[in-house]
């Protein structure tokens, strides 16, 4: 019978979630979606040692943020919960007595300095068939000496009992069946009683079987764990549930070979991790895509294509479309490159998507950051105002740059524009310039322009250097968008009063 679709992502709750974390997350969601199947999200924390505070909320956060929707997890509950694993030890503890009762498992007591001389003594040593009668353990030792430890307490694990000589084949769907001989494995710890935890390869088994998970999707550094998770199914008896594998290829360095990381983030400038990050224990603070401005919808089109394409050259895709289109046939077994100026690229086009009405909503907060109260504009005013520049832009904040002439007037002129464009007779100019102006009945760019053009041509004047001394007055600069654009917007009274303060105001080069 074919089965329901479930996938899992499973982070530990460690730290901030990385790109590269977000990335298998969105491969899991379009594959679920796609398929008609549940997405669950399994908090994975047995490893007590490397717990972190907040980075539980951090990864909710961050999925809602990318709407990345969860059908069952802490937070949304679900019918094979508890979904974090710490609140599961009762469903480890048994499943541990099952393989320890049907010998597949055995009792450990090596202490670490034991394990320690082991390691000194033989070079390359392996927990495994070929040493383990020599060792500390339930098969090794006689059975009353066993049952004399566990009554004094001694601390144990219970490590998984491999024996060699078995080809053991992992199906992954990028990769096609990928064997390995038992041999090389050693016998896993699985469970340890000192915090009466199982190790994150047991809990990951008996989790996906009983969770009903039908594809494990994660990042390639699991692969060498694949092996032993075939070799735990079997054990268990769950064969013929056994998930399909497909472990993702890893993000690279944008400049380079090697795993991306956060370094190479802060060496280049881009954020490794979807929001802003708090260290809770030094304070220090790392940059999230969300506060440096990126939409959500860019962030998710731009990881979706790293690592996988619709099969021809689409580029721009929204998150219904990906699920429309998502398969792992198009999927890249190499590394893809962290290409994070095509991120800014994407975020780029995606603003060109939003109404000037949405982006100026979402440029009042910088407005406000610059000094500049959006109150004491209409809202209509900065929505024209920002339409006009928005072609100009990767992020919001670079709106300030481009559109703050509309909120403030030149304050300086820029020295390399008036040195190339204001002269002598320029205030005579410009003088002229401003009578023209306020002879017109109608301010608009499409009845100002022909006017204005028409007085150039009659004087015989420049063109080039009396439009650019306008522009100069009125912007501060030589940028910025058409000039009768700027000065409709403005209004024939401002336009004319900044003319003049340019006049009274820039100083002829020397
Ligand atoms: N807890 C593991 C992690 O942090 C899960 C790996 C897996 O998906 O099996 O990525």
């Given at each position: ?13 460690t ?60 937070r ?123 190790t ?25 764990s ?8 079997e054990?268990f ?7 399909r594998?497909v ?10 070979k ?48 790293l ?57 009042k ?24 520049v ?24 820029d ?5 190339k ?8 100019i ?81």
């Amino acid at each position: 019978m074919e089965r329901k679709v479930r996938v899992r992502f499973a982070p530990s709750p460690t730290g901030p979630l990385h790109i590269g974390g977000v990335r298998t997350a969105l491969y899991n969601y379009l594959f679920a979606r796609r398929n008609g199947g549940d997405m669950i999200l399994r908090i994975e924390d047995t490893d007590s040692q490397r717990f972190v505070p907040g980075a539980e909320d951090y990864i909710n956060e961050s999925l809602a943020w990318l709407g990345i929707k969860i059908d069952e997890g802490v937070r949304e509950g679900g019918a094979y919960g508890p979904y974090k694993q710490s609140e599961r030890r009762d469903i480890y503890r048994s499943h541990v007595k099952m393989l320890l009762d049907a010998g597949k498992a055995y009792l450990a007591f090596d202490t670490p300095e034991e394990l320690e001389a082991a390691r000194a003594a033989t070079p390359n040593f392996q927990y495994d068939a070929s040493t383990r009668m020599g060792m500390r353990n339930s098969l090794a030792l006689p059975a009353e000496e066993v049952q004399r430890l566990l009554e004094e307490g001694a601390k144990y694990v219970v490590r998984f009992r491999i024996e060699p000589g078995r080809d053991v084949t992992v199906d992954d769907m990028l990769r096609g069946p990928v064997t390995i001989n038992s041999r090389v494995l050693d016998d896993k710890v699985l469970y340890k009683s000192a915090d009466d935890l199982p190790t994150y390869h047991l809990a990951n088994i008996v989790d996906d079987h009983l969770m009903e998970v039908t594809h494990v999707i994660r990042g390639e550094e699991w692969l060498p764990s694949a092996p032993l998770h075939v070799l735990l199914y079997e054990a268990f008896g769950w064969a013929d549930t056994m998930p399909r594998f497909v472990h993702l290829p890893l993000l690279l360095k944008p400049d380079g070979k090697g795993k991306l990381s956060k370094r190479d983030g802060d060496r280049l400038g881009f954020p490794v991790f979807p929001l802003e990050w708090h260290d809770p224990k030094s304070g220090a603070i790392s940059s999230g895509y969300r506060e440096s401005g990126y939409l959500p919808e860019a962030v998710i089109n731009f990881l979706a294509l790293l690592g996988w394409n619709p099969g021809d050259d689409t580029e721009i895709m929204s998150m219904d479309r990906l699920i429309e289109l998502f398969s792992f046939d198009h999927c890249s077994r190499s590394g893809a490159k962290f290409d994070f100026e095509k991120g800014k690229w994407f975020n780029h086009k995606y603003l060109q998507e939003k109404s000037d009405d949405e982006l100026a909503q979402m440029f009042k907060p910088v407005m406000a950051a610059n000094g500049c109260d959006p109150a004491a504009f209409d809202d209509s005013y900065i929505a024209r105002a920002v339409g006009m520049v928005k072609s100009r832009i990767n992020f919001v904040s670079d709106l300030w740059a481009q559109a703050r002439f509309f909120f403030v007037e030149p304050e300086s002129y820029d020295a390399k524009a008036v040195k190339k464009r204001w002269s002598e007779e320029m205030p005579r100019i410009m003088s002229e310039l401003i009578e023209v102006l306020k002879g017109l009945d109608d301010f608009s760019s499409a009845a100002a322009e022909p006017v204005v053009l028409g007085w150039i041509a009659d004087k015989g004047y420049h063109l080039g250097n009396v439009m650019n001394a306008f522009r100069l007055t009125v912007v501060g600069e030589c940028k910025g968008p058409h000039m009768f654009d700027i000065t409709e917007l403005l209004g024939c009274e401002e336009t004319v009063r900044r003319i003049q303060k340019g006049i009274d105001s820039i100083k002829l080069p020397q």
